[in-house]
């Protein structure tokens, strides 16, 4: 349909083509909503994972407290209630006493030389060998990064058999726990362990967790 308007020609388009319009506006208009959703997500998102750290730093704060320990290059801290004393084995780089209401347990870190010590699969092997745990127990891999470490941790709980050659209790030790770690990274591994009474070690494991990952080069 053609009009004249002062002498100027116009096209008059079908209704059909402004209900086109309409909705091709209103698509636009979602469209930029939900964009702007999706990024207001991602900014929250963002927030959220640095509010979790900065807990995660703060709950490691509360559960340490500051008390260094050095083993052989690698610096980590103990919560001011662990003692720390002299090894009494030269295969011992650090030696710790962990305190608790069922009896002390004991952590010591070890360190034969940069990559040296065995693969780390067969240091968890020997270290699940030592624990006889209770049927349908098995133990509790993790693993994380902390920097340019990389740190694999055991738990075990059972009874802890005899040592040998001097190694390890005399006697059996029912109700123990064992927690352990590899950490791999330049001028190691380290190998952590502690062993004790359950009750004590399973209280604790959220410091041997913040432990690990307060590790850095020293």
Known sequence: MRFTVHGSRFTAFPFPNWHFLAIAVLVLYMRNRIVGLMLLLGLGAGCDSQQGQAASGSLAGELLGGQEVTAAGLVFEVPVTWKPSAPTSPMRKAQVSIPGDAGAAELAVFHFGEGQGGRVED????????????????????????????????????????????????????????????????????????????????????????????????
């Not at 990064?145 to 030790?173: D, I, R, W, Y």
């Not at 950490?183 to 913040?210: I, M």
């Open 123 to 218: 240091n968890l092997v020997r270290w699940i060998g030592q624990i006889e745990a209770p049927a349908g127990v098995e133990p509790q891999r993790d693993f994380f990064e902390v920097g340019s470490f990389a740190v694999t941790m055991l738990s075990a709980s059972g009874t802890l058999k005899a040592g040998q050659m001097g190694m390890g209790p005399a006697e059996p030790q029912p109700n123990s726990m064992l927690l352990a770690a590899v950490v791999e990274g330049p001028g190691g591994p380290w190998f952590f362990k502690a062993t004790g009474p359950e009750k004590t070690l399973a209280a604790q494991r959220e410091a041997f967790v913040a432990m690990l990952k307060s590790a850095r080069a020293g």
